[in-house]
């Protein structure tokens, strides 16, 4: 058979670029540590460049909204591209994608993770024309851990910046915060009260993943814990939060988190800037979350404060 086709150009290339350094840290023992972060994103269609020396001409090259992902794993340490090939629609809808590994709970405790957290930030500012990112207009998004992670960076405090890409801004325009244990005081005290079942997951709170964070004396760990608490940080500048939780989540109960965090939003006069979607059935991170229905939430969220 042989037959003439016309498909047209309306879809665009997506790339990807890998094992991107963006910051150099040390572990909890002082061995030097390189973060890396992986980036996706229309900019041309990559192997004809290579092999042709010229691009697709139909390629737009403008500066597109960036959207930073920050894995979960309980702090503990996430491939940053586990969860990547779920985020090609936000790349397809238009945005830079950067996904980023931070230190783990076993390489840094808090707060390592938000620090390296707004080193990205800084960094994709500083890389901005390279990337062909909008430097004015950068989100953050995360799953569990990395949600907790995402409202830290909604905060838009002016603190826990270090000297790597100085004068560029670590704040952002917009947050989606998915199962995040953002209350983290009181997951830690629902989790000591559990600590003398012996079929518990744990049996020291130093155990915990929250513990494990904090880290240090266990015996303060739930005082030090406020410390990790972006709850206790919420202000009037903290830019607009989208939150999506499932209401059969056995590792971070809904009513222990999130609904903590949309009541003090909702307090500090934010709900106007506030998205607070429950998802029927869906657990801890499970399949519901990323079906087309969610995804097309998440991106017109991003796209009423970033587009």
């Not at 037959?3 to 150009?9: L, Y």
């Not at 994103?41 to 192997?47: A, D, H, I, K, V």
């Not at 405090?157 to 704040?171: A, K, P, Q, V």
């Not at 130093?206 to 303060?220: I, K, M, N, S």
Request: with cysteine; aromatic share 8%; glycine share 10%.
């Amino acid at each position: 058979m042989k037959q003439t086709i016309d498909p047209g150009f309306k879809k665009k290339t997506i790339n990807l670029v890998d094992n991107i350094v963006y910051s150099n840290q040390q572990d909890l023992d002082g061995n030097p540590i390189e973060l890396k972060m992986s980036i996706m994103l229309q900019n041309g269609n990559s192997e004809m460049r290579l092999a042709a020396g010229e691009d697709d001409p139909k390629e737009d090259h403008s500066p597109k909204p960036a959207l930073v992902w920050i894995p979960g794993g309980g702090w503990r340490g996430t491939d940053k591209n586990l969860m990547l090939g779920e985020m090609s629609e936000f790349a397809r809808a238009g945005y830079v994608v950067a996904s980023i590994y931070y230190r783990s709970s076993g390489e840094g405790h808090f707060p390592a993770q938000i620090i390296d957290v707004k080193t990205a930030i800084r960094f994709l500012r500083a890389h901005a024309e390279q990337y062909e990112i909008d430097p004015e207009r950068i989100g953050v998004f995360g799953r569990s851990a990395g949600g907790h992670l995402a409202v830290w960076a909604a905060l838009n405090l002016d603190d826990h910046d270090t000297d790597e890409w100085m004068g560029y801004s670590s704040h952002v325009q917009a947050c989606c915060n998915m199962f995040g244990p953002t209350d983290v005081t009181a997951l830690m005290l629902n989790e000591q009260a559990k600590l003398s079942d012996p079929k518990f997951r744990w049996h020291k709170l130093e155990e915990t993943h929250g513990g494990a964070l904090v880290g240090g004396d266990p015996e303060t760990l739930v005082e030090r814990s406020a410390g990790a608490n972006p709850l206790n940080y919420i202000h009037s500048g903290i830019c607009p939060i989208q939150i999506l939780h499932g209401d059969n989540d056995p590792l971070v109960p809904i009513e222990l988190s999130s609904d903590h965090l949309y009541e003090k939003l909702v307090e500090a006069g934010l709900e106007s800037q506030t998205e607070y979607y429950i998802v029927k059935h869906a657990g801890h991170g499970t399949r519901e979350f990323f079906q087309d229905s969610v995804k097309d939430l998440m991106i017109g969220f991003f796209d009423r404060y970033l587009k």
